[in-house]
């Protein structure tokens, strides 16, 4: 029987793709969860699964259409008998004993792709469980003689990118307010409870989780940076829902983790990780971008010092996470030596003024400093 093969949904303000690449084609066997397609709206990356196990029987729409919901893509003949895993495997490994008569197998160990070097430990990373970030190698090009210009049309993703950024400018009186933390205190309580807490809960003890629940500490005493401007009116929020910037291969993205001020360390740690290994594997659904009520973003995972961040519209708040460096402090007249972060706090001047986001700001940094407070409940 013949199955149509359709476009999902991509949101409620989403209505037209892009088919960016066909993984099966024509002909090809698939199983149940075999992902057949790839598309790409103006807000993220998805992929089209097989629900049904058969053989994809004819394609309708080419790489560069553009799709809509709904719409029917290919054909899938399920009444082709498809052999079971077990006899796969069976089959391969027949062919693989007859292959090796006379075929010597490549070294693997040189085809796999190598991840790039590990982060150091004192860098704060945007994902902790995560111990390395794998990029896909270059393409290698052949060497060109003399001056070369070469143009490519934009990603739905860039454009929409560079939409929201310009955006953001165009609108917002955007500010940022600078202050550094000392992490000495976080960094002893990883130290101290971290392997306890990863046998408890499966999951390593970084440093987002504390900057997460330091932000919505914040948020409580100074809510206009939990709201934003909708017309003439302000729209508050008694939740705080973060959108954590995450770096792809096709650029950046912003899910956000909802419900982030009911959430312990254990629970924020799980959710970022799941979100950034889903936003890096393309399974981010549109509802995963919805929202948001305040944004966090790491440039420190890439050796940033300092950087203004820009804000997410509509929100009115951004805290810009830099690189740990060990540096000179004076503490109880003395000099000594701590991992030291600068924060940066972009915020929309409009409805926030510098008094307030200074506060809000220097509240953060002391709840990190000294974190007892989010246990305390102060």
């Known amino acids: 029987m013949d199955i149509e093969i359709k476009v999902p949904s991509l949101g409620e303000s989403e209505n037209e793709a892009t088919l960016i ?5 024509e002909g090809d066997i698939v199983a149940v969860d075999d992902v057949l397609a790839e598309i790409e709206s103006d807000k993220i ?20 259409s553009t799709v809509e919901p709904g719409e029917v893509v290919a054909i899938l003949d399920d009444s082709v008998p498809v052999a079971s895993d077990a006899a796969v495997v069976k089959q391969s490994d027949a062919t693989i004993e007859e292959e090796a008569v006379t075929t010597v197998l ?55 990118i560079a939409t929201r950024l310009k955006q953001a400018q165009n609108t917002a009186a955007m500010l ?22 990863q046998q408890k809960h499966g999951i390593k003890l970084g440093y987002m989780s504390f900057f997460v629940r330091a932000i919505c500490q ?11 401007i909708d017309g003439d009116e302000i729209a508050y929020h008694n939740y705080v829902d973060v959108g954590i910037a995450v770096s792809t291969d096709k650029g950046l993205v ?28 393309g399974r981010l659904m549109p509802d995963d971008l919805k929202g948001g009520t305040f944004s966090l973003t790491n440039g420190g995972v890439f050796g ?7 804000l997410n519209p509509p929100q009115s708040g951004i805290l810009g996470m830099h690189t740990i460096q060990q540096r000179p402090v004076a503490e109880n007249n003395a000099v000594v030596i701590r991992p030291m972060m600068y924060l940066a706090l972009s915020y929309d001047h409009r409805l926030i003024d510098g008094a307030e986001a200074v506060r809000f700001l220097v509240a953060v940094k002391e709840t990190l400093e000294y974190p007892g407070s989010l246990t305390l409940d102060l």
């Open 218 to 228: 914040g948020l409580v005493k100074y809510p206009a940076l939990n709201a934003f």
């Open 106 to 160: 490549p070294d693997t160990e040189a085809t796999e792709e190598a991840p790039v070097a590990e982060v150091r430990e004192e860098q704060v990373r945007s994902e902790d469980a995560a111990e390395y970030v794998v990029h896909k190698p270059a393409e290698v090009r052949p060497v060109e003689s003399g001056r070369h210009e070469e143009r490519i049309p934009m990603s739905g993703l860039r454009r929409r």
């Open 254 to 281: 912003v899910p956000v983790l909802r419900n982030a001020h009911l959430m312990g360390l254990a629970d924020i740690e799980a959710g970022i990780a799941e979100l950034a290994e889903r936003a890096r594997n």
């Open 21 to 25: 690449s066909w993984l099966k084609q």
């Open 176 to 197: 940022t307010t600078f202050n550094e933390v000392n992490l000495q205190a976080v960094s002893d309580l990883r130290s101290r409870y971290g392997a306890a807490f």
């Open 45 to 64: 990356t998805m992929e089209i699964p097989a629900l049904d196990a058969g053989v994809l029987k004819r394609i309708l729409k080419p790489v560069d």
């Open 304 to 310: 940033s010092m300092l950087s203004t961040p820009i």
